[in-house]
Antibody, heavy 118, light 108 residues
Framework: QVQLVQSGAEVKKPGASVKVSCKAS????????ISWVRQAPGQGLEWMGW????????NYAQKLQGRVTMTTDTSTSTAYMELRSLTSDDTAVYYC???????????WGQGTLVTVSS | EIVLTQSPGTLSLSPGERATLSCRAS???????LAWYQQKPGQAPRLLIY???SRATGIPDRFSGSGSGTDFTLTISRLEPEDFAVYYC?????????FGQGTKVEIK
């Protein structure tokens, strides 16, 4: 079955970077992209960006431009999201979701909690 | 950027009742690129509806979506105990996503 499995929880200090992974299985990785969405504690869903499965195209939320980098490794069917210059406002659960460009997602990862604290 | 506004913020209903959730867009959503998700505490969002009115695989027919342009509705015909959750609308046109702020459906 189609599945996305994310890396484990992280605790980071302000100013540090975090890299979250999302390993896909059950489908041909390059035929779908991966979107990243985050959810701060008790808050709603915030789209961060999208990357094509073949790593050729990205589209980042304007708010995060310059701080976020999304990549994929087709040899391991894994997507990565790196966020730099972390502040307490980046404390959230980060989700990856399988999607084509300009489309919805029926498959989500289980989420990765990133806590930013001094 | 299209802003989605959901109402009400909280809906207090009893099992068996009908739930009507609204999602209004700040500008027309192209080709009805509007989806609805359900989220329960500690879980990832679950796709219910896409294309404004198409049910995702495995979604019970008590869930239905309607609307076009700037006004969309999710209806749950008869609430089951497992339906009490937070619901988000999402637009996915123009190669970017935006979400509404969510409607919590709680047990009255």
């Amino acid at each position: 079955q189609v599945q996305l499995v994310q890396s484990g929880a992280e605790v980071k200090k302000p100013g540090a970077s975090v890299k979250v992974s999302c390993k896909a299985s059950g489908y041909t990785f390059t035929t779908y992209g991966i979107s990243w969405v985050r959810q701060a504690p008790g808050q709603g869903l915030e789209w961060m960006g999208w990357i094509s499965g073949n790593n050729a195209n990205t589209n980042y939320a304007q708010k995060l431009q310059g701080r976020v980098t999304m990549t994929t490794d087709t040899s391991t069917s894994t997507a990565y999201m790196e966020l730099r210059s972390l502040t307490s406002d980046d404390t959230a659960v980060y989700y990856c979701a399988r999607s084509r460009s300009g489309s919805y997602s029926g498959t989500w990862g289980q989420g990765t909690l990133v806590t930013v604290s001094s | 950027e299209i802003v989605l506004t959901q109402s009400p913020g909280t809906l207090s209903l009893s099992p068996g009742e009908r739930a009507t959730l609204s999602c209004r867009a700040s500008q027309s959503v192209s080709s009805s690129y509007l989806a609805w998700y359900q989220q329960k505490p500690g879980q990832a969002p679950r796709l219910l509806i896409y294309g404004a009115s198409s049910r995702a695989t495995g979604i019970p027919d008590r869930f239905s979506g309607s609307g076009s342009g700037t006004d969309f509705t999710l209806t749950i015909s008869r609430l089951e105990p497992e339906d009490f959750a937070v619901y988000y609308c999402q637009q996915y046109g123009n190669s970017l996503w935006t979400f509404g702020q969510g409607t919590k459906v709680e047990i009255k």
